[in-house]
């Protein structure tokens, strides 16, 4: 498909000459998203091509495009980054014009008295980080790492991470919104809606959080959020870090009123009961099972070796079978990562009396190796601004999440054993990373102070072996058959598995859901700010029996 | 290698946007926190690593092909190297540098050119320079130095003047420095004056693979014929070629940069400052004497997979990720000079911004050079520095245009002339 001389023209005449083009291979560089494999057609690595991308400066311009689709009848699909197939146009055979969001890339205010910063769609997390550490604030940086865009997770899908437990989930920090609605409108939420600045998302002035980004978010389906405002915590850490090391094994020193630890522990329950002691104790600054996503088996070979800049994966193995690394390998299976921030000295003394009191309870301990000076002061790196994030895709550039049922930690760890048992049947092929079973990753809480956890099993295989990828995507659905044969839900792979099916297979799943008239209200919602449908299906909705199609 | 050798890394990239950004943990700021000059100045996506691989996998599948805007995204980057940096932060099996370089490779093989570096091909095959100069005018800038002709007679040790330093008259004073300091420590030395051909480095890089090999077949002989051991070079793109480069060619002599050798002689005590030099400067890391400097190492092998999926090499393959360029030489000669304060930038040795020299862009998008020189000088500027001091006449070259044309408040300086000062 392509865009009409006529179309091309007159969105060229917003944007300007520089900022459009519908050139095959530049247009094809943004189908380009990884898990596209698992979804596409022939494991094709390219979602639909959008028919031209335009990379608009201003809110004005973008309005002004939107209302332009809107008369030609062509779908808008706006990102960031662009990092996820979500990004992507969902479907062939649709006109969409991609919007690249990068020149939108200011940090317009940091409200230091009012803990709030003000953002643009192109800001990413690190970039936030290093402005308000300066002034002695922070910002929850979520589990996809310092690249993503503040106010997508924000506003437009998942929101938790690390430190989610002490910043709160993005979607929780949310304030202030400007939107640009699939109409064309914009629109301003919460209190800038009634002109009284960007604190607070709820009023004074139209609150439509739930409209907006409800719990996962239209992910780029419905309009363009150009600004928003982002609720910021306190930063008892330094300035700046000062980085040590070489690349890849950055480090800084830990500050005398923080520590760095990884706690294991002899049992699941046990793991679980600490969850909620730590929970009870407003403990943790971060908080994240994270090192376990390079395999039980293979998790800490891995980070020993990347924390040696002379060694590469071609150690990897020599590294395992150390005795000291086989010994730490089984001390670290039931296990996780936590910094605590003391406000003082005395503060951090106590906090870590009340960890130590926790451990004696639950019989979990401090795992030595990882509280040596180089490997505690990565992790204190690494967990605080998550710059090496991308590590899940390091041992062969495809990864996927699965299970992820979120939920208190104790029914979380009752799917875990079902996780690790299926992985590791399914990783007997040969055709998935044999790291062992329990790659599972993720948040202390996906709640501001606790309360909510998850567990998500990272499965790696290789995007250029079409063999590995087709085992990926049994291992996708596999996933999803042993959950729910358990009684659980089907998982994180959902939405992903989702992107692959008809229309058809899609409403048939949402009309099965425990709630399909959520679906129903959302399509009410659709025929208000969308009535021409230029925004694409990941706002989810179900068609009217009587018309299939909304407006 | 052909591109095709490439295709699994560009399945294998996973589009993260690592390679637009310095390395996370080194983001100081939210306004030098940028590493690709190449997709901010051009904006759109495949303008980064990550989009032209996902461009020349679009080419292979057939689902595109050559147009104007495909050569553009090829040709339009610096190859600083910054996206492989920040690449392999993360990943042990992508090279993002040497496929983008291949990808070049196969457009000039397939008549895809551009007619700016078509000129300075021309000019280098018949001239034996990238500045379309006569060659016969090369050795002029040693005019009244009494140095050896290694045409003439045998040295252990080349110094090697390279296109810029020969030709271009802000820079020529750099190399007699060079040349007096190899003369104050009694180093046995010649040049190849009117017979120096160029490194070849910069054709390679525009996608001329065969201009390039026959410049370093030339000096690789030239050096061999005069008995050269050692070859000294005050420019980084030269360094780069010679250390990285030739030993693919079949040469194996050992490569020194001017900033290694004085930083040896200081610590030698074979030079001694006796002036002070009281100015604040900050240093640039050139790209090709910092990240791109790593030292060769030799590997012949293929990928394997251990368990089931986990890609590595046979035999271990070498990981150039920027670790170990060079770095500390060219602070620790600035550190030496009395009076002298060095001040760093925000991005610096392995995740430094490009001068905006590089990779054909200089002749090619004028404009884009430019505009990266000009982001760099801000960012000097930011820290108070009264200079920027480089080890490389490209970057200075550029520096200095940018200074001059955006009548900016900033000296540029190599190193060797600041050494000068304090002698």
């Known amino acids: 498909m392509a865009l009409s001389k006529e179309t091309y023209r007159a969105l060229e005449d917003i944007v300007g000459t520089e900022n459009i083009s519908d050139d095959p291979a530049l247009c094809d560089s943004y189908a380009f998203q990884w898990l596209a494999e698992t979804v596409r057609p022939n494991r094709s690595h390219f979602m639909p091509r959008p028919v031209a991308a335009l990379v608009p400066g201003s809110v004005e311009e973008i309005q002004a495009i939107v209302k332009t689709c809107n008369r030609y009848r062509i779908k808008v699909k706006p990102y960031s980054t662009g990092w996820y197939f979500y990004g992507a146009p969902q479907k062939d055979g649709d006109d969409t014009v991609q919007l690249d969001l990068r020149r939108l890339n200011r940090i317009l205010e940091i409200d230091e008295g009012n803990m709030y910063a003000v953002i643009e769609p192109y800001v990413v997390a690190t970039q936030l980080q290093a402005e308000l550490i300066k002034v002695g604030l922070n910002c929850n940086i979520i589990g996809a790492g310092a690249s993503t865009s503040v106010l997508a997770s924000a506003t437009s899908y998942s929101g938790g991470g690390p430190g989610t437990i002490w910043m709160g989930h993005n979607s929780e920090s949310l304030l202030a919104l400007e939107w640009v609605t699939p109409r064309g409108d914009i629109l301003r939420t919460g209190s800038l809606g009634s002109g009284a600045g960007w604190f607070c998302g709820e009023g004074p002035g139209p609150s439509l959080r739930g409209i907006c980004r409800g719990a996962r978010g239209a992910r780029g389906g419905m309009g363009v959020y150009t600004k928003c405002a982002i609720k910021l915590t306190h930063w008892p850490g330094p300035a700046q870090f000062d980085i040590e090391g070489t690349v890849p094994a950055y480090r800084t020193p830990i500050p005398d009123n923080f520590r760095v630890y990884s706690l294991a522990f002899p049992s699941l329950a046990a793991f679980a009961k600490a969850y909620y002691r730590i929970y009870d104790n407003d403990l943790g600054y971060i908080f994240h099972s994270q090192f376990n996503m390079l395999g039980g088996d293979l998790g800490p070979a891995f980070w020993i070796m990347y924390n040696d800049p002379t060694k590469t994966l071609n150690d990897i193995e020599e590294i395992a079978q150390k005795p000291e690394v086989k010994k730490l390998t089984e001390e670290m299976r039931r296990a996780f990562q936590i910094i605590l921030a003391g406000r003082s000295l005395r503060d951090i003394e106590f906090q870590d009396k009340v960890l130590d009191q926790i451990l004696a309870e639950t019989g979990g301990w401090k795992v030595g190796r990882m509280t040596e000076p180089d490997l505690a002061e990565f992790t204190y790196l690494y967990l605080s601004r998550l710059g090496h994030k991308h590590l899940n895709m390091v041992y062969a550039g495809g990864y996927s999440g699965t299970w992820n049922q979120p939920g208190t930690p104790d029914y979380t760890i009752q799917y875990r054993p079902l996780a690790e048992a299926q992985l590791r049947a399914e990783q007997q092929s040969g055709l998935l990373v044999q790291a062992g079973g329990d790659s599972m990753m993720g948040p202390g809480s996906t709640l501001g102070g606790g309360g909510n956890a998850s567990f998500e099993q990272f499965v790696s295989y290789d995007p250029a072996d079409k063999e590995s990828v087709n085992a990926m995507k049994q291992c996708m659905r596999n996933s999803m058959k042993v959950a729910t044969e358990h009684g659980f839900p089907a998982g994180h792979v959902v939405p992903y598995v989702q992107i692959g099916m008809t229309d058809e297979q899609l409403h048939q799943q949402f009309a099965k859901a425990n709630q399909p008239l959520v679906y129903h209200l959302q399509r009410k919602i659709k025929e208000l700010l969308d009535p021409n449908d230029i925004g694409d299906r990941m706002y989810s909705w179900l068609p009217d029996s009587k018309d299939s199609q909304p407006g | ?423």
């Open chain 2, 1 to 423: 290698m052909a591109l095709e050798d490439y295709r699994a890394d560009m399945l294998r990239c996973t589009r993260c946007s690592y390679c637009k950004w310095v390395p996370f943990d080194q983001m100081k700021s939210g306004k030098f926190a940028k590493g690709c000059p190449s997709v901010e100045y051009n904006r759109f996506q495949p303008y980064s690593a990550g989009g032209r691989l996902a461009a020349a996998l679009s080419l292979l599948e057939g689902r595109s092909s050559y147009t104007e805007r495909f050569v553009d995204i090829a040709y339009n980057c610096l190859l600083c190297g910054s996206c492989d940096v920040s690449c392999k932060v993360c990943r042990y099996n992508i090279e993002p540098l040497r496929a983008m370089q291949e990808l070049r490779f196969k457009l000039v093989e397939d008549g895809q050119l551009l007619h700016q570096h078509k000129a300075v091909i021309d000019g280098l095959r018949k001239e034996h320079n990238m500045l379309m100069k006569p060659g016969a005018g090369r050795g002029k800038w040693a005019e009244g130095l009494k140095v050896k002709e290694l045409t003439k007679e045998k040295a252990e040790v080349a110094f090697h003047a390279g296109c810029r330093m020969s030709y271009d008259g802000r820079l020529q004073g750099i190399a007699r420095i060079a040349v007096s300091l190899l003369q104050k420590a009694g180093v046995d030395f010649g040049i190849m004056g009117e017979n120096e051909f160029c490194c070849g480095g910069r054709a390679f890089h525009m996608g001329y693979r065969t201009e390039f090999t026959k410049c370093a077949e030339y000096n690789i002989g030239a050096w061999t014929k005069a008995g050269v051991k050692t070859v000294v070079t005050s420019c980084s793109d030269g360094y780069h070629t010679f250390k990285r480069l030739y030993p693919e060619v079949g040469s194996n002599f050992e490569i020194l940069h001017m900033v290694e050798f004085v930083d040896r002689l200081i610590k030698k005590g074979a030079i001694k400052f006796t002036r002070t030099v009281p100015m604040r400067v900050t240093y640039h890391d050139p790209c090709h004497l910092g990240r791109q400097g790593e030292p060769y190492a030799p590997w012949n092998g293929k990928e394997k997979k251990i368990r089931g999926q986990i890609v590595v090499y046979e035999p271990r393959k070498p990981r150039y990720n920027g670790a170990w360029g060079v770095y500390q030489p060219p602070r620790e000669v600035l550190k030496a000079i009395p009076g002298l304060e060095l001040i760093e930038m925000e991005r610096i040795k392995e995740y430094a911004w490009c001068c905006g020299s590089g990779g054909g862009v200089k002749d090619a998008y004028p404009g884009f050079s430019a505009w990266t020189a000009r982001e760099r000088i801000e960012e000097a500027k930011s820290t108070g520095a009264e200079a920027i001091v480089s080890a490389c006449p490209w970057c200075e070259s550029n520096f200095s245009d940018a200074v001059k044309g955006n009548a900016m408040e900033m000296k540029v300086y190599d190193v060797m002339e600041l050494v000068q000062q304090a002698l």
